[in-house]
């Protein structure tokens, strides 16, 4: 078997296994005398996976970066180093940097000329099924047992703190999967879903496979209940559209196709659990009393919930919880000389890229962008931005 397709295959286990969440938890960091789940140390079985993918990728001689790229990823590397030098807590922030490397080694490997984006991107829906019957089992019996082997919590839709609908004062649990929250299985939903449809004349010999596991990606989504992803889906299809009719092409099937989008969405909004505007609000007032100190290089990566407790001390754990914005996460994080080294290095990465379909996922990013913080916080958020961007820069249809 030649090494291209072993590391494909490889690439494809690791797709299909992402969404569970098995780690090894080896430190954390307490706020208010709690370690908050927001500061927690670990590694996930599926960045040991990807590094063995990487070395043998080395080993053979498969990777291969153009002078672009490699200025490209060494600004977005400066951008981070930095911070960690200045950190609040430098050994947190260094555990914080393993995932960074492990979604650059995610990043590099997707964007070599031998990846089969085919394989690639149906092994990640694919993967997405399981925890999606989990999601539905999670709905209709209000909770989930915990399992360490899986990387699973237990989940009780009578329980505080875990996501619940409120139709008619009824708890209906929200679909978690195999994620720690809705809102990161529903956007992982919503890019799949995008990323599989582009990929769609690859099934033509099984059309009826592909509308069903497309099917159950958007059940999938609507029991997630997460506006965020919503938003994401619907701001891939603008791009869908915008793509076509300069084509000239399919300009009726995007517009039936967004009708019932924009049907579904309504519906949904009509259903789903409205976000807490005061929180929101809340974390935006409390935004700049973080920020002190931090404007330059920031405060080191993940260190949101620190500064905010020096800030304003004596508050409990929950209160410590990074900005739902990774826009304004990322400036507090790294600072404007970081952010200002990640703008070049994606300049330099995608400066000669042209508006295609395969910038619908980058695009569909954006809400979440500003509505969540999971694509900067969490590990399943970090492989998201690596797999959608690897995308966006090397897929040809």
């Not at 990728?57 to 990823?73: D, E, M, P, V």
């Not at 800030?311 to 304004?328: D, F, K, R, S």
């Amino acid at each position: 078997m030649s090494a291209e397709r072993i590391l494909n295959y490889g690439l494809c286990v690791f797709l299909f296994l992402l969404p569970w969440q098995t780690r090894w938890m080896f430190g954390g960091v307490e706020i208010s005398g709690e370690v908050s789940q927001f500061l927690v140390m670990s590694l996930y079985a599926t960045e040991i996976l990807l590094f063995g993918i990487f070395v043998f990728a080395l080993f053979k001689k498969h990777i291969a970066l153009s002078r672009h790229q490699l200025i490209g990823l060494g600004s977005v590397a400066l951008a981070f180093a930095l911070s960690f030098l200045f950190a609040l807590d430098p050994i947190f922030s260094l555990a914080q940097c393993i995932h960074l490397v492990s979604a650059g080694f995610l990043f590099v490997l997707l964007v070599q000329p031998w990846v089969n984006w085919t394989y690639a991107i149906s092994s990640f829906a694919l993967g997405l099924l399981l925890p999606i019957l989990l999601g539905i089992f999670q709905m209709l019996f209000g909770f989930s047992p915990a399992s360490s082997w899986l990387g699973l919590a237990s989940r009780d839709a009578m329980r505080p703190g875990d996501a619940v609908l409120f139709p008619e004062g009824a708890r209906i649990l929200r679909a978690y999967g195999s994620f720690s929250h809705p809102n990161i299985f529903g956007g992982v939903l919503a890019l799949a879903t995008i990323l599989f449809w582009i990929i769609r004349n690859a099934w033509k010999e099984k059309r009826i496979y592909f509308y069903g596991i497309f099917s159950v990606l958007i059940a999938g989504l609507l029991l997630t209940a997460s506006q965020s992803a919503w938003f994401a889906l619907l701001a891939g299809c603008g791009i869908f559209g915008v793509v076509w009719m300069v084509k000239k092409q399919h300009a009726s099937l995007w517009m039936g196709v967004s009708g019932i989008l924009l049907a579904l969405l309504i519906g949904f909004f009509a259903f789903s659990e409205t976000q807490s505007t005061s929180e929101r609000l809340a974390q935006y007032a409390t935004w700049p009393d973080a920020m002190q100190g931090g404007w330059t290089v920031g405060h080191g990566i993940g260190s949101y919930p620190l500064a905010l407790e020096d800030a304003l001390p004596g508050q409990t754990v929950w209160e410590y919880q990074p900005i739902h914005n990774t826009v304004l996460l990322l400036l507090s994080d790294i600072g404007l000389v970081g952010v200002g080294l990640l703008v070049i290095g994606i300049i330099f990465l995608f400066q000669k890229k042209k508006l295609s379909i395969a910038w619908a996922p980058l695009i569909a990013l954006c809400p979440i962008l500003l509505l969540d913080h999971y694509l900067l916080t969490f590990w399943s958020g970090l492989t998201l931005v690596a797999i959608v961007g690897a995308f966006a820069h090397s897929y040809h249809s």
